[in-house]
């Protein structure tokens, strides 16, 4: 089957996205990059940029001031690795969103500057290229708004306000020349989101042996008792009434009771919508990598994917918020491993190629 590439016209650039239900671009096609690598640009303002198998375009998140080039995507990723982007040189991006634990760190919590620890897991940044709303609790409406969030925060790069940090990265002058050449202007807030937000659009995940057993029609691709996991997954289970679509969220928020039966509760949407109806609710991650993540849920609470399964097969914590989506769900002991057997399946490409510099703008 010949799959034609579909051209979408963003501002100054162009993105060129492999279809859905097209096999994987062969190594001439791709350069040998792997898959879901920024390829060159094809000409002046162009890039192309191809989603793994199973990835959807129509739903890819670019907001019309900052499309896609390669040079900004550099940048991002200079500034994603560069611990001299917090306040005394110990902590960049990449300290809490490692390729190890699909752009996670592996902690319950994440340490920042000076070790302290925040309350919440690191999210997952993966397929970032098809969300608007970003963190745990969604307070930042665009992934540009999130690559510069966690600069101020006090416990994890630790500048005070952002002028802080353009004043530290406008003593660097190999960064003043880049954002020069990128955006035409000095170092700027502004900038740095954009430039990092355009680098996490290149980590996907796609092209799992889930994708292609369900999409691609390969019997072999996954176990047989993945396959049964994947009906579960899909009727008694429960799981796709949040857990939806093709990067397996529904990108809305829920509350499942963690914490009601500690008196630890973390009030989570609430605290941006001041909404009661949002007490406790929690944004659904991508199931994506997801055996590469743990540990589990906003705090961090669960170590294994087991953990999880038994959480949502008694009905997470009944409380007055509760989801309503959420209920017992009655699973045998061997629905639960094939359950799980079918998560582990949902690991994929499109990633492979972030690598950390090997050197920094001096």
């Not at 306040?87 to 990449?94: E, F, P």
């Not at 994440?110 to 290229?129: D, T, V």
């Not at 799992?208 to 390969?218: E, I, Q, V």
Request: glycine letters at 10%; charged letters at 25%.
């Amino acid at each position: 089957m010949i799959v034609k590439p579909l051209l979408v016209s963003l501002s100054l650039c162009a993105l060129t996205i492999l279809a859905p239900g097209g096999a994987p671009p062969s190594d001439a096609a791709q350069g040998k990059r792997d898959a879901g690598a920024a390829a060159a640009p094809a000409s002046q303002g162009e890039l192309k940029l191809a989603l793994p198998f199973g990835l959807d375009e129509s739903a890819i998140v670019i907001p019309a001031d900052n499309p896609l080039t390669k040079d900004k995507i550099e940048l991002g990723r200079l500034l994603f690795f560069d611990k001299r982007l917090s306040k005394n040189n110990t902590i960049a991006c990449a300290s809490c969103h490692m390729a190890q634990f699909a752009f996670t760190d592996g902690k319950p919590v994440s340490a920042g500057i000076h070790g302290l620890k925040g309350g919440r897991s690191a999210p997952a940044s993966l397929n970032r290229l098809f969300s608007k709303a970003q963190f745990w609790d969604g307070r930042a409406a665009t992934l540009e708004e999130q690559s510069v969030g966690p600069l101020v925060n006090p416990v994890e790069h630790g500048f005070a306000n952002h002028d802080e940090m353009v004043a530290k990265m406008k003593k660097i002058p190999g960064y003043r020349k880049l954002f020069k050449d990128v955006f035409g202007t000095d170092v700027t807030t502004e900038g740095v989101g954009m430039a990092i937000a355009s680098f996490q659009r290149t980590i996907l995940s796609g092209n799992s042996p889930a994708d292609r057993f369900d999409l691609g029609g390969d019997e072999k691709a996954i176990s047989p008792e993945a396959q049964k996991g994947l009906e579960l997954f899909r009727t008694k289970a429960r799981c796709t009434r949040c857990h939806s679509g093709f990067n397996f969220t529904d990108e809305k928020f829920h509350n499942l009771g963690i914490g009601w039966d500690t008196n630890t509760v973390d009030l989570g949407r609430y605290m941006v919508t001041n909404n009661q109806a949002d007490i406790g609710a929690f944004k659904t991650p991508t199931l994506r990598e997801i055996s590469r993540s743990a540990p589990y849920m906003h705090d961090g609470r669960f170590k294994t994917l087991e953990e999880v399964v038994n959480f949502y097969n008694q009905g997470g914590v009944k409380n007055p918020h509760q989801d309503e989506l959420v209920i017992p769900l009655e699973l045998t002991d061997q629905e639960k491993h094939d359950l799980v057997a079918f998560l582990r399946t949902l690991n994929g490409e499109g990633w492979q190629h972030i690598k950390a510099p090997t050197s920094f703008p001096k």
